[in-house]
């Protein structure tokens, strides 16, 4: 599998291996970022979804499980 992400908040960084999304949101609001799978039968899967950072800066990612279904 392959993952490509689009509009990461600055402070999140993603690993295209294994999808996982890391880092720290610096401040306060509503983030939108898309995300697409490929495995290497050309099977894909995209998706969009919204993190919304409420309060303190410094505020860090919870694990997000997106189903692919590829």
Known sequence: ???????????????RRTG????????????????????????SAEGFVTITVIGAAQTELSTVQLDTKV
Do not use: K, W
Request: glycine share 16%.
């Open 20 to 43: 996982r999304i890391t880092g720290n949101i610096q401040h306060p609001g509503i983030y939108t970022l898309g995300s697409e799978v490929a495995d290497q039968d050309g099977n």
């Open 1 to 15: 599998m392959v993952y490509a992400f689009f509009g990461l908040p600055h402070g999140l960084v993603a690993d």
